[in-house]
């Protein structure tokens, strides 16, 4: 991979609010990956970007922003997605040969682990995601994609591919200023046990999905 800053004038990257840190090879069971770290210069939170391939901002680069996971990534819960998709992003980069994987340290749609967990023992009681966020205290949504928009151009791309269901990271991408020239879908088959939540962020918060049932 080239310089994954040499796209960015020194005066562009002075206005960025992160900064990368570090950059290693890290080989994968589905191949092998650059792994580049971030943090940011006005929160403490970190950015890990998995990138693949020649990054030029003048060909459209297939990316995905994924917000962490504890439960679905780690220990291969059945209440959500977001594990098999992640491990289908890296297969699709790794088949296109090139692209970009931002994971970005928001657990729970950004109320953290802990509230992660409370959201779930109030869905245990009959609650839907939303209603849960909603009865602890929190928005539907908490988190926000610029940095992750930061991270993207730091490295080099321009043009995007998003690996998406979620019509606001598409807006978010394009209100930073990337040139959103594709939505690649990114559905995994619906288990028994994560059809509600799917039918949720379907129903009440518009993500591209078909659901044709359970698998």
Request: with cysteine; proline share 3%.
């Amino acid at each position: 991979m080239k310089d994954t800053l040499q796209f960015e004038s020194s005066r562009a990257t002075a206005s960025f609010t992160v900064k990368k840190e570090a950059e290693a090879n890290l080989p994968t069971e589905f191949g092998p990956f650059q792994i580049v770290g971030f943090r940011s210069t006005n929160s403490n939170e970190e950015f890990v970007a998995l990138v693949k391939g020649e990054i030029e901002p003048e060909k459209p680069t297939l990316i995905r922003i994924h917000s962490q996971c504890l439960t679905g990534d780690v220990f291969h819960s059945l209440k959500c997605d977001c594990g098999p998709q992640l491990q289908r992003a890296m297969e699709m980069v790794q088949e296109e040969g090139r692209g970009i994987i931002v994971y970005q340290h928001q657990e729970g749609r950004g109320i953290g682990i802990v509230n992660k967990i409370k959201a779930y023992a109030l869905q245990d009681e009959g609650a839907d995601t939303i209603e849960a966020n909603l009865r602890l205290g929190f928005g539907i949504d908490e988190r926000e994609y610029h940095q992750c928009a930061e991270v993207i151009k730091l490295l080099g791309a321009r043009k995007v591919r998003l690996m998406s269901n979620n019509p606001d990271k598409l807006r978010a991408l394009r209100d930073a200023g990337l040139d959103v020239v594709e939505r690649v879908p990114l559905e995994i088959k619906a288990k028994e046990q994560s059809f509600k939540y799917l039918t949720t962020k379907k129903e009440k918060m518009g993500h591209l999905l078909r659901l044709n049932g359970i698998f």
